[in-house]
């Protein structure tokens, strides 16, 4: 009898064991889908801020070179 109620407490335990595994599992995995997704997005943020940054900086100096030439007149 206490070996059946031994086994029994074993599979149990082994059974628990392998569901908080798999959670864990789930967890991190679902966790680094969700990073690759983020620098994906972070990636096109990035180069959108650069191109953003790289149009003011022409304006700039369109806009100080027009405004040089205007007061040399």
Do not use: P
Request: glycine letters at 12%.
């Amino acid at each position: 009898m206490l070996n059946a109620r031994g086994n029994r407490l074993v599979g149990v335990g082994l059974g628990v064991y392998l569901v908080v595994i798999g959670m864990l599992v789930g967890m991190v995995i679902d966790r680094m889908r969700f990073d690759g997704q983020r620098s994906a997005v972070l990636g096109r943020y990035e180069q959108a801020l650069q191109e953003w940054q790289t149009y003011r900086i022409a304006l700039e100096k369109a806009t100080d070179g027009h405004d040089e030439q205007s007061s040399c007149r």
